[in-house]
């Protein structure tokens, strides 16, 4: 990779790199709720952060980091202890991940949501591929503003029982189209391909 030049913001030029599969999976949630994207390794940190949002309908309301050993990467921040690097000046090549792999992936920090990201393969972009794509994955992402991993399965439990006082509020607070069963790859493709390259 060829740096043109250096500092926060700078750009890249852009190799052929390879293809990564990558298993999202959120931590802590039964049953499980997962999705498998395939992106280029060309594609910037910041947005394999887009995708995640996009991949489990998050607003990208709350701040974020990714962690990979004892790095951070986020929204930068410069303290000590708490270094965070700017996810929008790394390309996930600089990261080297290979197949086996993990990053953790953490938003909203309190009350919030990890996904644990497995690099499954590496190997060549395939020659008319688009990118990034998801190919598969199981189950509604839990809404972002419901209180967390306990308050989500407490969520569940009350959906399951519609004519409860509390299914009822959380049926009126979700709306009617929520289904925690839906997973739409073919949707999840058709945002992620928006996403500005």
Same mark, same amino acid.
């Given at each position: 990779m060829i740096s043109l030049h250096e500092g926060r913001g700078a750009r890249r030029k852009r190799s052929v790199g390879r293809a990564l599969t990558l298993l999202l999976q959120v931590s802590g949630c039964e049953p499980r709720i997962w999705r498998r994207l395939v992106v280029r390794e060309s594609m910037w940190l910041s947005q394999l952060h887009d995708a995640i949002q996009l991949a489990f309908d998050w607003y990208d309301y709350q701040t974020h980091t990714f962690t990979l050993g004892s790095r951070r990467f986020g929204n930068p921040v410069a303290a000590d202890?708490?270094?965070?690097?700017?996810?929008?000046?790394? %390309? %996930?090549?600089? %990261?080297?991940?290979?197949?086996?792999?993990? %990053?953790?992936?953490?938003?909203?920090?309190?009350?919030?949501?990890?996904?644990?990201?497995?690099?499954e393969a590496a190997g060549p972009l395939e020659k008319r591929g688009r990118y990034p794509v998801c190919l598969g994955g199981e189950r509604a992402g839990p809404p972002e503003d419901c209180g967390g991993r306990e308050a989500f399965h407490d969520m569940l439990s009350c959906l399951g029982d519609p004519a409860s006082a509390l299914g009822r509020e959380w049926r009126e607070w979700l709306g009617p189209d929520y289904n925690p069963e839906a997973c739409d790859p073919a949707a999840i493709t058709t945002a992620l391909r928006r996403l500005k390259r």
């Open positions: 202890e708490n270094s965070v690097e700017d996810d929008r000046d790394l %390309l %996930l090549s600089d %990261l080297g991940l290979e197949e086996g792999h993990h %990053l953790a992936y953490r938003y909203h920090f309190g009350e919030g949501w990890e996904v644990d990201v497995l690099v």
